[in-house]
C-alpha cells in the first residue's frame, strides 16, 4: 500500500518519487545495450503492467519499452472514472489494483482537498463509504498522479525495469520466431517470448500480423450494428445547423471540423476510427486551478459550427449548459475525469484517421492537433461573446489541477486512442460473442461493457449537420473473450501475444476496450507465455487447461453465474 504518512502527503511526494523513477529507468541503460529477458512487453499501459508482475509471479524475467515518458497509459493519463461494466467480472491483478487504490484513499492524509466521507456522500457514484470501509475494498475513481504511482509500486515490487522513450524502428524474425525488437535509438530487446500492449498494435503491426483498421460491413460477420450507421440519436446536434461558410449557400465550402461527402451507405464498412480526445482532469478548487491559457495558435473562427450551434439553441428557447457539452465525473480531492458529451464537444470527430497506421512524427502531429482543439475549445467556451455569459460563467470557474501532470502543465501524458489497429487472428470476437448467442470456449477473461463507439465523422444531412457513428448498446451479461483472439495465426508468429489490439471486430471491440479488461487479458498473456515456455511450445499450442487452472488459482474470473455487482 502507499502510505502518505510516511511521504508527507500524497500529491506532491509521490509526484516526485514517479518522475524521478522515469528519469532514472529511462536514462540508465545505454541505448546502444542489448536487453535480454524471458518476456518483453512493449507498451507501458495497465495492460503491460499487469502482464510485467504476472510474469515475474510465474518465475520468469520481464522488461517493459514504452514508447512515451509515461506509465500507465490511459489509466493513469485522465481516465480515473474507471469504465466497469460489472466490478464482480473483474478478478486477478487487475482487481489487486483497484483494492490498492482503496487502500491508498482509505488514509486521511490522502485527502487534501475536500473530507473522504464527503466524496462518497456527494461524487463517489460508484461505490458507496460503506462498500470501501468493507474487507477487500475496492475503488473505481482515482487521481491520475495516484494511478500512476500505484502502477509504478507494483512493479518495483516485481523488480520489472521499465524504459521510457523507446521508439519501435524493427524487429528480427527467424520464422515464425520473433528473436528482438529495435528501437530507432538503437536499444535492443531480446526474449523468448513477447507481448504487445500497446493501443496501437505497433509491434504486432511490425512483426507482420494481420490486422484491420476501422469498421467492417455488417455483412462480413453477420453482424447488425457494425459498420456505417444509418441512425445517429446520441450525441447529435439536437436542432438544426446550417454548414456552409456563407449560411445557406453549398458552393461556399463547408465549417471547419465538418467533413466532406456523404459519408457511405449505411452498413458498409470504412477506414474510419471512433474519435479520440484527452481525458481531463480539471478542478473548481481556486487553490489547486491553473487559469485558462488562450493556446498560441488559438483562431476563434474555427469554432464557428460550435458559435452557430449555441445561437441555435438560444433560438428553439433553450438555455444551454456546460454539463451538454462535455461530462466532468467527480474523482477525489475535488478533480474530475472530463469525457466528451453530446454533438460538439472533447472529442476532435474525424481527425484521427491517418493515427493507427502513421509513423511516429505523424502521431504527434495528431496528439498536437487534438490538444490545440480541446484547449482552444475550453478557451472559446470561457471568453467568446458568441458564447451565452451563464455558460461562460460555468467553464470559468474550471482549470486544470495544478497538481496533475506537472510535467505537461496539467495536460494528460496520453491521447484516448479508443482504437487503432486489431489484429485479426484465428477467433474474431463479434457482436455474436457479445449478445451470447456465440460463446468463446477458452475464456482468458471476461468483458463486461455496452457495445460503445463513439462517433467517427461529422457530415451534412439534409442541409444540417449530423455526427454519424456513435453506439450504445447494452442490455447483456458479462461474455467470455477467447485465448485464440489475443494470439496470431501460428502461420505469422509463435511467440507473440497481443492483449490489447486483439481480434475483435469493431463494434465487439468497442465492448472489449476498457483499462481493467486489458489488465486482465495482460495478466492472461503472460501466464500463457510463461506456460509456453515450460513446455517449450508455441503459444498457439499451450494446454488451455493448463492455463485455466493457473488463471482460476490467480482469481481471474472466467465464466459469468450471475453473481452481485
Known sequence: MLSPQRFGGPARPLRIWVGLTILALSQWTPAAEIISADLCIYGGTAGGVAAAVQATRMGRSAVIAEFGPSLGGMTSGGLGATDIGNKAAIGGIAREYYQ?????????????????????????????????????ATQWTFEPHVAEAILFQMLAAAKVPVHFMQRLAAVKKDGRQLLEIVMENGRVYRAKMFIDATYEGDLMAKAGVSFTVGREPNAKYAETINGIRDETPKHQFTVSVDPYLKPGDPSSGLLPYIQPGDGGTPGEGDVRVQAYNFRLCYTKIATN???????????????????????????????????????????????????????????????????????????ARIWLAHQDYIRGLVYFLATSPRVPENLRREMQAWGPAKDEFVATGGWPHQLYVREARRMISEYVMTEHNCRGTMTAEDPVSLAAYTMDSHNCQRLVKNGRVENEGDVQVGGFPPYPISYRAIVPKAAECENLLVPLCLSATHIAYGSIRMEPVFMILGESAATAAALALDDNVPVQKINYQKLRARLLADKQVLEWKAVAK
Open 289 to 363: 486551478r491553473l487559469p485558462h491559457i488562450k493556446p498560441a495558435n488559438y483562431e476563434p473562427d474555427q469554432y464557428e459550427l460550435l458559435a452557430r450551434y449555441l445561437e441555435a439553441l438560444v433560438t428553439a428557447g433553450r438555455k444551454p449548459q456546460l454539463s451538454e457539452f462535455w461530462n466532468p465525473i467527480w474523482m477525489p480531492n475535488g478533480k474530475t475525469d472530463i469525457n466528451n458529451n453530446g454533438g460538439f464537444s472533447t472529442d476532435f470527430i474525424g481527425a484521427n484517421y491517418d493515427y493507427p497506421n502513421a509513423d511516429y512524427s505523424t502521431r
Open 100 to 136: 490498492r487504490v482503496a487502500q491508498y484513499y482509505a488514509a486521511p492524509a490522502a485527502w487534501q482537498f475536500e473530507k473522504r466521507e464527503d466524496y462518497f456522500a456527494q461524487h463517489g457514484g460508484r461505490s458507496s463509504l460503506a462498500e470501501m470501509n468493507a474487507p477487500g
